[in-house]
């Protein structure tokens, strides 16, 4: 399906809460699941996912990250983990949700990590996305290469690279995190993450997310968990696999053969297949 298609399907509305806007789509019916995309990727993305979600009983909530679009973009709002935990909750009271399964790609799987942690009771259960539990990432050598993109955008050149030759650093990025991710699928990705950015103030919100990043701050989770890697990814598979050792609750684990930073996108139908299991196993 084509990015404009994407957008015809999904339909963007908005809510307010704590001077925070949300700019959302919600489908379906049934208990709620919200999704976070990740970087770089938007909301789009996980149409898809929501679609079958919404014929398996679900109501879904897709939002954009904040500072994804301009109008969620809050002056003095930083992004760091607390921050941007601290949005899914917001999200839940801007649309009267107690609480509701967390699904996060990348940066969004650091938010349901995150958010898991600092309000359990608002998360019933976790999905994380190409992203282990942070205590599960060992620095090393490689990694800090494999890695590099962290200090890269963190510069002041940060979004000039980003912006320059039309993108084709975020280009670069996307194929060497799925070397294996071709088709149309893959080029819509782009194209629409290259419009979005287009807008400065997008783009430079966008990169604060690793600005101000930093280790540590999850601790051992209790909500019931489905983590899911690829193995052609830039993390070692162990840090998937060892999902089970920081989480008390029951933690499933997925690994999608051949697929790089997007499995639920590059392994569609093995990932919804999973993902439906897992949340029809929750009380």
């Keep these: ?24 789509a919600d489908s379906g019916e049934g208990p709620l699941v919200v999704l976070f995309h990740g970087f770089p990727d938007l909301p789009t993305g996980w149409e898809e996912t929501a679609r079958a979600l919404n014929a398996g009983g679900y109501r879904t909530v897709v939002p954009y990250l904040r500072g994804y679009h301009p109008g969620t973009i809050v002056p003095g709002r930083g992004y760091g983990g607390e921050e941007i935990a601290q949005d899914a ?45 942070p ?5 090393s050598p490689a990694l800090l290469w494999r890695a590099r993109h962290f200090v890269t955008l963190k510069l002041p050149t940060g979004p000039r690279l980003a912006r320059s030759r039309d993108f084709a650093y975020i280009d670069a990025l996307i194929r060497r995190w799925a070397p294996h991710w071709s088709g149309p699928e893959r080029d819509d990705c782009l194209a629409e993450v290259k419009r979005a950015f287009a807008d400065p103030v997008v783009l430079d919100a966008a990169l ?3 600005r101000d990043a ?9 909500q019931p968990a489905l983590v899911v890697g690829g193995t052609t990814d830039i993390l070692d598979v162990s ?3 060892r999902s089970p050792e920081v989480f008390d609750g029951p933690c499933e684990v997925l690994i999608a053969e051949g697929a790089g930073h997007w499995p639920h996108r590059e392994a569609a139908a093995l990932f919804h297949e999973r993902l439906l ?6 009380s």
């Excluded at 205590?135 to 620095?139: A, C, D, S």
């Design 1 to 24: 399906m084509g990015s404009a298609a994407r957008a015809e399907q999904m339909q963007f509305v908005s809510a307010s809460v704590d001077g925070q806007r949300f700019v959302y």
């Design 89 to 133: 909750v917001r999200l839940l009271d801007a649309i009267g949700a107690d609480d509701a399964v967390l699904i996060g790609h990348d940066w969004g799987a650091a938010i349901a990590y995150r958010a898991a942690a600092d309000t359990p009771e608002r998360v019933r259960a976790i999905c994380a996305v190409a992203i282990p539990h």
């Design 135 to 139: 205590r599960l990432i060992k620095p």
């Design 208 to 210: 604060a997310y690793y």
């Design 214 to 222: 930093k280790r540590g701050g999850v601790p051992t989770l209790s």
């Design 239 to 241: 840090s998937f696999t």
């Design 277 to 282: 299991t897992f949340l029809g196993g929750l």
